[in-house]
């Protein structure tokens, strides 16, 4: 890319880390220090401002850049995430919501340890909240280390590492300066300019066919080189019957994932009511609907314009597609058009990385100092000295997030999350869903739930094609690949609701019914919720 491009890019990109540390700085002098604040800013937005937090938490690098990426690749295919994306709302809206809401304080733990012993259940949902949340944090580093190695022009790997590591910076500051407060506003503006951006292209895309969708689909299909087949199924997981099962996969990790993720479950307390926490969703699902809808016309946009053979040579994965549709619908490298459609697209994209980062770095670091430390150090910690506790874990998960992003920055973002989605539909969908529906559920069948979808998922991941194996695996020089699926969830969400219900039959523990009957009466009708 040109100096200008570069220039305006680092502009804009510095404008909006400008606007977010004020904010930062201006609540973290307006906060007085409690849990409750830090946690969940006080429980003070309504469900619009949520609605939007929640799209601004939910719109990541992966759906902007990688989804996006995927459809110009793999045409049909690729819309399979946008599916899965949007289709887990249902299960959010009509399954969790209200229910964490009224049940819950600040994590998931809270939900389940209500009817159970409390320190085996917090060690492990809050073990699992973590792992599910740095898997997350990977693939929005993966997606800032591609943007600047487009912007630089894929000349300086040192410029791409440095720009991962200061990603990690940023987001620690934004959350032990500001707790769940700064990070909302910021989720909000970052919505807002992510919306914006994404109806100018699109139609800019449109435009230039003349608002005929049927011709854009026609000229993306000769433009792929595979002709139909680039709009029908199986392009990417329909050649054998591992790719077949591998979608299946896919499918369930998505739409079951969403409503394990940490960072998701923990913006439903920032709002009043548990009313409140369902209108947010609502707002949530109208906003995060209308964005994916566009993004099919981008993604069919970069083919038919752009062409998967420039994407996939400015990054094998597709993650700049986005820009390079944005410079080309300007009016091209050398034009004015071009350079100010690409810087702009190119910050919001940043900013997108940074919100969402900051968002999960907050929900994992509430799960360190409210879930472990609270259970394995302190069992009565005061609400500071925890809250003290949690700005430490931001600064340590933002280390392993950072060398972890290194490691994994030529997969594409859309497939890293897909990872992380499978991993919380493994292990914390199921111990969910039973502490919230069966009654006769103990703190055995809690733990195993956790732990036997949380290991068998992570096990299935090392010995995947992901890690070892094949060229694009992030250790292309070795091989203990033994499991053929790239995506675990088909075995491992099973394993999680098997584990959980043969923990119950087997423990010894009866299952305590006045608690039960207490947490249904709360869940149902928030009696007695914080």
Same mark, same amino acid.
Request: glycine share 12%.
């Given at each position: 890319?040109?100096?200008?491009?570069?220039?305006?890019?680092?502009?804009?990109?510095?404008?909006?880390?400008?606007?977010?540390?004020?904010?930062?700085?201006?609540?973290? *002098?307006?906060?007085?220090?409690?849990?409750?604040? &830090?946690?969940?800013?006080?429980?003070?937005?309504?469900?619009?401002?949520?609605?939007?937090?929640?799209?601004?938490?939910?719109?990541?690098?992966?759906?902007?850049?990688?989804?996006?990426?995927?459809?110009?690749?793999?045409?049909?295919? @690729?819309?399979?995430?946008?599916?899965?994306?949007?289709?887990?709302?249902?299960?959010?809206?009509?399954?969790?919501?209200?229910?964490?809401?009224?049940?819950?304080?600040?994590?998931?733990?809270?939900?389940?340890?209500? *009817?159970?012993?409390?320190?085996?259940?917090?060690?492990?949902?809050?073990?699992?909240?973590?792992? !599910?949340?740095?898997?997350?944090?990977?693939?929005?580093?993966?997606?800032? @280390?591609?943007?600047?190695?487009?912007?630089?022009?894929?000349?300086?790997?040192?410029?791409?590492?440095?720009?991962?590591?200061?990603?990690?910076?940023?987001?620690?500051?934004?959350?032990?300066?500001?707790?769940?407060?700064?990070?909302?506003?910021?989720?909000?503006?970052?919505?807002?300019?992510?919306?914006?951006?994404?109806?100018?292209?699109?139609?800019?895309?449109?435009? *230039? &066919?003349?608002?005929?969708?049927?011709?854009?689909?026609?000229?993306?299909? %000769?433009?792929?080189?595979?002709?139909?087949?680039?709009? %029908?199924?199986?392009?990417?997981?329909?050649?054998?019957?591992?790719?077949?099962?591998?979608?299946?996969?896919?499918?369930?990790?998505? !739409?079951?994932?969403?409503?394990?993720?940490?960072?998701?479950?923990?913006?439903?307390?920032?709002?009043?009511?548990?009313?409140?926490?369902?209108?947010?969703?609502?707002?949530?699902?109208?906003?995060?609907?209308?964005?994916?809808?566009?993004?099919?016309?981008?993604?069919?946009?970069?083919?038919?314009?752009?062409?998967?053979?420039?994407?996939?040579?400015?990054?094998? #994965?597709?993650?700049?597609?986005?820009?390079?549709?944005?410079?080309?619908?300007?009016?091209?490298?050398?034009?004015?058009?071009?350079?100010?459609?690409?810087?702009?697209?190119?910050?919001?994209?940043?900013?997108?990385?940074?919100?969402?980062?900051?968002?999960?770095?907050?929900?994992?670091?509430?799960?360190? #100092?409210?879930?472990?430390?609270?259970?394995?150090?302190?069992?009565?910690?005061?609400?500071?000295?925890?809250?003290?506790?949690?700005?430490?874990?931001?600064?340590?998960?933002?280390?392993?997030?950072?060398?972890?992003?290194?490691?994994?920055?030529?997969?594409?973002?859309?497939?890293?999350?897909?990872?992380? &989605? %499978?991993?919380?539909?493994?292990?914390?969908?199921?111990?969910?869903?039973?502490?919230? &529906?069966?009654?006769?559920?103990?703190? *055995?069948?809690?733990?195993?739930?956790?732990?036997?979808?949380?290991?068998?998922?992570?096990?299935?991941?090392?010995?995947?094609? !992901?890690?070892?194996?094949?060229?694009?695996?992030?250790?292309?020089?070795?091989?203990?690949?033994?499991?053929?699926?790239?995506?675990?969830?088909?075995?491992?969400?099973?394993?999680?609701?098997?584990?959980?219900?043969?923990?119950?039959?087997?423990? %010894?523990?009866?299952?305590?019914?006045?608690?039960?009957?207490?947490?249904?009466?709360?869940?149902?009708?928030?009696?007695?919720? !914080?």
């Amino acid at each position: 890319m040109t100096g200008h491009h570069q220039t305006l890019a680092l502009l804009l990109f510095s404008v909006f880390v400008a606007v977010t540390l004020a904010i930062t700085t201006w609540v973290s *002098r307006n906060r007085h220090g409690s849990a409750e604040e &830090f946690y969940a800013g006080g429980r003070l937005f309504s469900p619009m401002e949520n609605g939007f937090a929640i799209s601004g938490d939910y719109m990541s690098a992966a759906s902007f850049l990688g989804v996006t990426g995927l459809i110009a690749l793999f045409g049909y295919d @690729g819309l399979l995430y946008v599916v899965g994306f949007l289709v887990a709302w249902l299960v959010v809206l009509f399954l969790v919501a209200e229910l964490v809401r009224n049940c819950g304080r600040f994590t998931m733990a809270d939900v389940v340890a209500a *009817r159970m012993s409390e320190r085996p259940v917090r060690i492990a949902a809050g073990t699992s909240s973590v792992t !599910v949340s740095v898997l997350y944090l990977v693939a929005q580093m993966v997606g800032a @280390g591609s943007l600047v190695a487009l912007l630089l022009g894929g000349t300086s790997e040192a410029a791409r590492n440095w720009t991962v590591i200061g990603v990690g910076a940023l987001m620690v500051i934004y959350v032990s300066m500001g707790g769940m407060r700064a990070t909302t506003w910021i989720q909000i503006v970052k919505a807002v300019l992510l919306l914006g951006g994404t109806i100018v292209l699109t139609v800019l895309v449109l435009v *230039r &066919f003349h608002g005929d969708f049927d011709q854009l689909l026609r000229a993306a299909a %000769a433009r792929s080189g595979h002709g139909d087949s680039f709009l %029908a199924p199986g392009l990417k997981y329909g050649g054998t019957w591992t790719a077949r099962f591998d979608f299946i996969s896919l499918g369930l990790a998505l !739409v079951l994932g969403t409503a394990g993720l940490p960072h998701i479950l923990s913006r439903f307390y920032t709002v009043p009511t548990a009313r409140a926490a369902r209108r947010s969703v609502v707002w949530a699902i109208g906003l995060i609907g209308g964005f994916y809808l566009m993004t099919i016309v981008l993604g069919f946009g970069a083919a038919a314009i752009v062409g998967p053979d420039a994407v996939r040579g400015s990054n094998a #994965a597709g993650n700049t597609a986005i820009p390079l549709l944005a410079l080309d619908l300007g009016g091209g490298a050398s034009s004015t058009g071009g350079t100010v459609l690409f810087a702009i697209v190119a910050a919001i994209a940043f900013a997108t990385i940074l919100a969402v980062v900051a968002g999960i770095t907050l929900a994992s670091s509430a799960s360190v #100092a409210h879930d472990l430390y609270a259970s394995l150090r302190r069992r009565h910690a005061k609400p500071r000295s925890e809250v003290a506790v949690a700005r430490l874990a931001a600064v340590g998960i933002g280390v392993v997030a950072i060398g972890l992003g290194l490691l994994a920055r030529d997969l594409n973002v859309a497939f890293l999350v897909g990872l992380a &989605f %499978a991993v919380a539909a493994s292990a914390n969908l199921p111990v969910l869903l039973y502490s919230l &529906f069966w009654r006769g559920f103990t703190t *055995r069948g809690a733990v195993w739930a956790v732990y036997g979808g949380l290991v068998p998922a992570l096990v299935l991941v090392v010995l995947s094609p !992901v890690v070892s194996g094949s060229p694009q695996s992030l250790f292309p020089g070795v091989d203990f690949q033994y499991f053929p699926l790239e995506n675990p969830g088909l075995v491992s969400i099973p394993l999680g609701f098997l584990a959980g219900w043969l923990g119950t039959v087997t423990s %010894a523990e009866p299952p305590d019914e006045a608690k039960h009957a207490e947490t249904e009466v709360r869940s149902l009708t928030g009696a007695g919720a !914080v």
